[in-house]
């Protein structure tokens, strides 16, 4: 027989014992409820920044078809609107697997068209690009820049209803419980 059996008295010596694991288990759950609240108010943000930079984003590419469509004879460059998305390539994992998804291939598209622009213009400026007589194919930039306007229009529409929706997944994205979700047909 043990002596704490023997002796109830003695069972009041593990009162303090019991209270240290109480206050650990309890600061053990606050923080990481708090580290979880931190999270999810980072990926708000960082949400909120890229879609706020998409939409200029959006406007240029929008200015650059109508420079385009009234042979103004430049367009204006984007690599200086992707600051937020150069700055912050380490917090989308604060993003869902869906949005990753979407906004990276979104910032390829927009350096690809940056990088075509560049090879069929010459640059007049830290932010301009100017056409050469005869040398640019203005077509294929107005394919180019109606994709890149395409794209980012649908993941900006991802990103705002991500937003408002808090950090739950689209309804159209979301798989009904206990449903694996089925590759999407080629």
């Not at 990753?100 to 291939?105: C, G, L, R, S």
Request: charged share 25%.
């Amino acid at each position: 027989m043990s002596a704490y059996a023997a002796n109830p008295i003695m069972l009041w010596h593990l009162i303090p014992l019991i209270a240290v694991v109480t206050m650990v288990t309890v600061n053990v759950g606050t923080n990481r409820g708090f580290a979880i609240f931190q999270a999810r108010r980072d990926a708000r943000r960082h949400r909120a920044a890229l879609a706020a930079e998409l939409a200029s984003l959006l406007e240029l590419m929008r200015e650059n078809m109508r420079l385009i469509r009234t042979d103004a004879g430049y367009v204006l460059s984007g690599r200086g609107l992707v600051a937020v998305y150069r700055g912050t390539i380490g917090r989308l994992t604060f993003l869902r697997e869906d949005e990753i998804a979407a906004v990276v291939p979104t910032y390829v598209l927009v350096e690809r068209l940056e990088g075509l622009v560049a090879a069929r213009t010459k640059s007049a400026g830290p932010a301009v690009y100017r056409f050469e007589a005869g040398k640019p194919d203005l077509q294929q930039l107005r394919r180019e820049y109606h994709k890149a306007v395409a794209e980012i229009e649908k993941t900006l529409a991802l990103l705002n209803r991500c937003r408002a929706g808090g950090d739950q997944a689209p309804a159209s994205a979301r798989a009904p419980a206990g449903a694996e979700a089925l590759p999407a047909a080629a």
